[in-house]
């Protein structure tokens, strides 16, 4: 059985600077893993690697068994993916932009994929609005219905709850636990809470290299002074 998310050695530099360093850890369906680390420790530069939207220096991604570099469209096919950044469709109803995504990842019936994706993602009714017309949080559920439309066993999330108002964010979270039943979700985020709230286990990344890999029960044990461990962990305070 491979694992869902399997990353080998991986390696990415930018000129002179390093931004992952041999970096490895595996993920398996059921896991929501907290991808943690400060400011340039290389989240999102993973993150776009795991997807394929960047080639690595060296190391090798794997999503259920296929290398996303030799078999990108196989591998490709398994993910969901959240990115930071994201494109506006102004003039777009949110039906036909989900639409439009379920025809590009070949969905055998979109319409039954469109009603059964906007009910995970408590978005049923945004529906017929245009995407002008949404909030911040409203389109973040929009592009997580857009991200999980095909039904994928990876799902790959950058800082999904940034700018979202607490009772936004609280829903997001809430839908996270109900998909991590059908697959693996990776989490990047800068929200310590957060991971604290819905994570099963926490990756903490600085300089581009892994510091810690805490499993359930450590992370668990950390929960009440989680804002202290990372930042003794990242060098940004030193323990009294």
Not at 116 to 128: E, F, G, H, M, P
Request: proline share 3%; glycine share 6%; with cysteine.
């Amino acid at each position: 059985m491979f694992p869902a998310i399997e990353v080998s050695s991986l390696t990415k530099s930018y000129g002179r600077i390093q931004a992952l360093k041999e970096v490895s850890f595996s993920i398996s369906k059921g896991e929501i893993v907290g991808f943690l680390g400060p400011n340039g420790a290389g989240k999102s530069t993973c993150l776009r690697l795991i997807s394929g939207y960047l080639k690595a220096d060296s190391g090798c991604v794997k999503l259920q068994g296929f290398d996303i570099a030799e078999d990108t469209i196989e591998a490709q096919k398994c993910l969901g993916y959240l990115p930071e950044s994201i494109m506006e469709y102004p003039d777009v109803l949110v039906e036909e932009f989900l639409l439009m995504v379920a025809k590009v990842q070949a969905v055998a019936d979109p319409k039954e994929a469109l009603q059964a994706v906007l009910q995970l993602t408590d978005a049923q009714n945004l529906q017929k609005r245009l995407f002008h017309t949404l909030s911040k949080g409203q389109k973040q559920r929009v592009y997580l219905a857009a991200a999980l439309i095909h039904s994928p066993e990876v799902l790959v999330l950058d800082e999904p709850t940034e700018g979202l108002d607490p009772n936004q964010k609280q829903e997001l979270l809430e839908s996270l636990k109900t998909i991590s039943k059908h697959c693996a979700i990776l989490f990047s985020t800068h929200i310590l809470e957060d991971v604290a709230q819905v994570c099963s286990r926490c990756i903490i990344l600085n300089e581009g290299e892994i510091l810690a890999d805490w499993d359930e029960k450590e992370l668990a044990s950390k929960k009440e002074n989680l804002n202290k461990e990372f930042a003794k962990l990242t060098k940004k305070i030193k323990e009294s």
